[in-house]
């Protein structure tokens, strides 16, 4: 396994253990996780493999392939810089929470693709909670290690996200989907299997990361929680009337609340079509959540937007943007007989406007994190 040689390579021996965890796509539960809201992700075939070894000495050193060739070497987490980051946040989170974690020796190597919005970060987050859990046998459950792999992020490398990627990397299951409830964490997991259907589903990467994204996502955040405050709910989930809410807000606010209330009804709807065997009219819904984070949450783009249109012109049942918005990708439920209509007619769109072609990769639902050797 070429994480382990490279492991071997820089630190001249075998590592204890090689965990894994993978990247996500969002089936639909956007923007409602730090809502306390309802989310339905699903875990995908590539991530991160981490080998490790304890080190009682305190010293973190970190390999990446994908970053270079030499191992950087942490005597204080804060020297982290740039990806490294990621994995010296989750020691960080995990000692802040009272977990006797030492140093440790790691060799890092990812297959997410990159820039498309399909969370290599968490997958590196939670591969490395996994990873200090079994070394120093710190008895932590996989919800446990989410929310540590999220403190991380939060605390150590400054982006507020929710609770979503990091869970659906530790969580997801094999053919099946993560139903979550941001505000409980209570989760199930749900059937997802749309090729008995005869539907596939289809992540269409647009290639483009607007820079805008990190402040509009830390914008948004702000716009719902004035707007719970101002409508005196704990959070977004609590808004249980919605015209009424509707009618004491403006501007906004206004917009912020009416997607985040529709999104999670949304979320419920498609768990209850799954779970009636009525895949196809998930792309109904599919459609809705993506025109209301286009007008009401105002977080798509010129790239997320034509690929939609296209991929639901070429025969898609539904297709939405899916992540943070911004551009990344979009998740189209497609008829399998449509699948080479749907892809000629987002990279024909593309073409038109001299946009470079899109990535198309099959979404399949995979296994959440776990130990490999
Ligand atoms: C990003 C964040 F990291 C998630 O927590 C979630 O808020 C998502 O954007 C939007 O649904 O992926």
Redesign the pocket.
Known sequence: MRVVDAFRDAYGTAPEGVWHAPGRV?LI??????NDGL?LPFALPWGVNVAASRRDDGVVRLLSLQAGAEPVTLDALEQAAGWARYPAGVFWALRAAGHAVGGADIAIDGDVPAGA?L?SS?ALEVAVAFALNDLHALGLGRMDLAVAARRA?NDFVG?P?????QAASALGAEGRALFLDCRSLGSRTIPLDVAAHDLTLLIIDTGVHHELADGQ?ARRRADCESAAKRLGVAALRDVSDLAAALSTLSGDERARVQHVVTENHRVEAVVGLLRAGAVEQVGALLNASHLSLRDQYEVSCAELDVAVEAAVRGGARGARMT???FGGSVIALVPAPRLQAVEDSVTAAYGERGWAAPRFLPAVPSAGARRLI
Do not use: F
């Not at 539960?29 to 730090?34: L, Q, R």
């Not at 996200?161 to 990627?165: F, R, V």
């Open positions: 969002n539960g956007e923007h409602t996780d730090y989310v919005g969370s968490a992020e982006m996200c929710g609770i979503m990627d996502y992540g943070g918005g």
